[in-house]
């Protein structure tokens, strides 16, 4: 058994209980207690700069948009400007990421209620679908009969199900099909979305959660990302009291599933 224990003192231990044969057992505790105050404050610190970044980057977009207005670009001023968009686009991601896994981290908008996952499902779908479109992927939900009722924030639950589904069109070719789907088994509710795009390694598997964590391959360098959406991903499957676990093989496709506790005596 391992887990975290905070003694009446304020410190904080990792503690592993260890049953030794013949023996009893063994208890061991390892105080982590500056680690945590470290890392509170790193979060901090990333959370104050990422904040004061937006203002200025506001600004550089405000007057990108304003040159093609007060005169003449030709086609290689055209061609900078889109470049300097397409940075602005993805310092933009990376900040609203960070800024999110901060605030679910520290459980801020995280209201619960009890709620039917099919709905859920339902609109990511329907936001996501131009998406597919776009990247000629055919994107497939069929809504089970029966309610997945659950006990979650509805808007985390969907910007992580939207993670997902956009990781499966992102990583996949035209003319593959993306497919969602959401069941309830003895008291848990499982969503899954598989796709049949380039699959991951099964050395990157066990890292790919991580933050800042980008696939090793020529492809995904291509593919625009910051590596954060698999993170915000677990950060609100775990704050549901869930598990968030992919199963993929190189070249033949993915799926991602989280399970959460299905919420008893139906609404
Ligand atoms: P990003 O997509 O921005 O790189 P993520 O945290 O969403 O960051 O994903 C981390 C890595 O996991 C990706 O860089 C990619 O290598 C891999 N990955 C995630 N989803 C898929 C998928 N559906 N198919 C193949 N690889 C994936």
Same mark, same amino acid.
């Given at each position: ?25 063994? &208890?061991?505790?390892?105080?982590v207690t ?12 990333v ?9 200025? &980057?506001?600004?550089? @977009?405000?007057?990108?948009?304003? &040159? ?52 859920v499902?339902?609109?990511?779908? @329907? ?29 985390r ?9 956009s ?18 088994d ?19 598997q ?23 959406? &698999? ?17 993929? @093989? ?15 005596? @139906?609404?």
């Amino acid at each position: 058994v391992h887990g975290e224990a905070t003694l009446d003192s304020g410190r904080i231990y990792n503690a592993h209980l260890t049953p030794v044969g013949g023996v009893g057992r063994v &208890l061991m505790l390892q105080d982590v207690t500056h680690l945590k105050e470290l890392n509170r404050v790193k979060s901090e610190f990333v959370a104050a700069v990422s904040h004061d970044m937006r203002t200025p &980057l506001t600004s550089v @977009q405000g007057y990108v948009d304003l &040159l093609a207005k007060v005169g003449p670009v030709n086609k290689k001023q055209e061609r900078f400007l889109a470049r300097i968009e397409t940075s602005i686009r993805s310092i933009t991601d990376l900040i609203d990421d960070l800024l999110d896994i901060r605030r679910i981290e520290a459980e801020l908008d995280l209201e619960m209620e009890a709620c039917d996952l099919r709905h859920v499902i339902d609109d990511v779908v @329907q936001r996501m679908r131009p998406y597919a479109e776009d990247g000629g992927q055919d994107l497939v939900w069929r809504p089970p009969v029966s309610s997945l009722w659950v006990r979650c924030n509805p808007p985390r639950i969907a910007q992580a199900l939207e993670n997902l589904v956009s990781n499966a069109i992102k990583y996949s070719s035209p003319g593959e099909r993306v497919i969602v789907t959401g069941s309830e088994d003895e008291g848990h509710v499982v969503v899954s979305v598989s796709d049949e795009g380039i699959g991951i390694p099964r050395e990157e598997q066990p890292r790919i959660f991580d933050r800042f964590y980008r696939g090793k391959s020529e492809e995904v360098a291509g593919i625009r990302g910051t590596g954060l959406g &698999l993170s915000i991903v677990r950060a609100v499957v775990d704050k549901h009291g869930g598990r968030v676990w992919v199963e993929s @093989q190189p070249g033949a496709g993915s799926t991602f599933a989280f399970v959460l506790p299905a919420l008893d005596g @139906q609404i």
